[in-house]
């Protein structure tokens, strides 16, 4: 990662020039009281449905954060846990900016979660970035939100390589959470797809429940004889009942597949075929990841890394009103370049087809 240690060196010396520069939450440097510190509280789902998720992009904001404090700047980050309750991700909010007096925050994972933390940005004028919202969401705010996610739109050409690599699929069965900043989008990607491809849907399900029954689901779906399922929605669950009603099809799932390689005690065998899109961390973010965790960077870990960079660099740009610095970032990330000078979701990673099999995790197209 020699890359990212020289980039942020060479911000090192930009904040030596500026660290008695104010540093606030407004447009102007003089309405708050200047701090000498970047202090980051982060809302997370460390515990509820989105806990691995939230594991995930805790270690990825922590290298980040090792990273940053390992070449001498004054960074503090506090971490809350928003247990994936929007109620309780505001209170954490409030919290982080009334009594913490933090710079800036970052949060949370899913995009229901993010959106009631939008305006309370905004009003505070406290900068708020996201590692899991998508671009929609850049309409309502008035400049203190950004977005470091890559973005599910995106992710429609890696099943678009799935259907050209499997011409004999004509019916699809799709599944997804029904929340519209993530399953809301795959559901219209699929669409999509379907409709360019003249392919048969034979179901389209959007379920709210993090664990819905799919083995009282399934039987009606499977006797519409679907060629394959595209899914986004609770992976373990759905495998295991699958597998157990005996469907020998292709199933297409969303990134969220890899939350079943943190659980330990789930039979990978059951993932033997099955294929999943999602973006590629790079060689170098991969490399020390892994060897600070012992863990692959999944579940979009660099989203979160990427969050904190991004603040970290705005900040040694504009220590007075960094959320200009950040509408002007344009550099590569761990995944892909991010650029914000467009949109305040700047996160431009390719995504891929990838496919379980013999054991192991291959890249498809």
């Keep these: 990662m020699k890359r990212n240690v020289i980039g942020i060196a060479a911000l090192i010396i930009a904040w030596s020039l500026v660290s008695a520069s104010q540093f606030t939450h407004a447009q102007s440097p003089s309405d708050k009281s200047a701090s000498a510190e970047l202090k980051v509280g982060v809302i ?3 515990t509820g449905p ?3 998720w939230g594991k995930f992009q805790r270690l990825g904001i922590e290298l980040a954060a090792k990273e940053i404090k390992s070449s001498g700047a004054p960074l503090n980050v506090i971490f809350e846990d928003s247990a994936s309750e929007p109620s309780k991700a505001v209170t954490a909010f409030r919290k982080l900016v009334s009594v913490d007096h933090v710079s800036a925050v970052i949060g949370d994972i899913f995009a229901y979660i993010t959106e009631p ?3 309370l940005a905004d009003q505070e004028k406290v900068l708020l970035v996201s590692p899991a919202t998508p671009a929609s969401m850049c309409a309502r705010t008035s400049g203190f939100f950004f977005s470091t996610a890559t973005q599910v739109p995106d992710a429609a050409r890696g099943f678009e390589v799935f259907l050209e690599r499997n011409s004999a699929v004509r019916r699809l069965a799709l599944i997804y959470f029904d929340d519209p900043g993530w399953g809301g989008q795959y559901h219209k990607n699929w669409l999509e797809l379907a409709s360019k491809r003249s392919l048969q849907v034979t179901d389209r399900v959007g379920i709210s429940d993090f664990r819905p029954d799919f083995k009282a689901l399934l039987p009606k779906m499977l006797a519409k004889q679907p060629d394959a399922f595209f899914v986004a929605h609770e992976p373990e669950t759905f495998i295991s009942a699958a597998r157990a009603l005996g469907y020998k099809g292709k199933i297409v799932f969303a990134n969220n597949i890899q939350e079943v390689l943190v659980d330990s005690s789930f039979d990978r065998a059951l993932l033997e075929g099955v294929y999943f899109v999602d973006t590629l961390a790079g060689p170098e973010f991969m490399e020390e990841f892994m060897k600070l965790y012992d863990s692959e960077p999944i579940l979009e870990s660099y989203n979160g890394y990427e969050a904190l960079r991004a603040l970290f660099k ?3 740009l504009n220590p007075a009103d960094p ?3 950040f509408s002007g970032l344009n550099y590569q990330g761990a995944s892909g370049p991010l650029d914000f000078s467009q949109s305040c979701a700047g996160n431009r990673s390719v995504w891929h087809l990838k ?4 054991g ?6």
């Design 323 to 325: 959320r200009k610095a």
């Design 50 to 52: 989105a806990a691995k």
């Design 360 to 365: 192991k995790i291959l890249r498809i197209g």
């Design 117 to 119: 933390l939008i305006p």
């Design 314 to 316: 705005a900040w040694q």
């Design 44 to 46: 997370l789902g460390l």
């Design 355 to 358: 496919q379980f099999k013999g």
